[in-house]
């Protein structure tokens, strides 16, 4: 696939799910220390390590412990235009 492509909500849960496993494990926390950390379910927390399928609150309090909560505060912000054809850029 193109990288200029958008992604897939599938493919954007794979990615978050891989993500967020990895920065879990990088701050050397068990799936365990995360749920009482966050206030998340142990089985929310599988399930989304799994499946990458969570609610967006449960995401947010996650994101909050493993520090990159900052990360989503520019989702939906208003991006440069792109042009529209090889002659625009020129």
Known sequence: MLSFLPKTPSQ???ELKVKFRAKRKALKLTQEE?????????????????SGQISLE?????????????DF????????EMP???????
């Open 12 to 14: 954007m849960q794979e």
């Open 34 to 50: 995360l749920a009482i950390k966050s206030g998340v379910s142990l089985g929310s927390l599988k399930r989304f390590e799994s």
């Open 58 to 70: 449960s995401l947010l309090k996650v994101a909050l412990v493993l520090e990159c909560l900052g």
């Open 73 to 80: 505060n520019s989702v939906c912000e208003k991006r440069e």
């Open 84 to 90: 529209e054809s090889i002659e625009d850029l020129l």
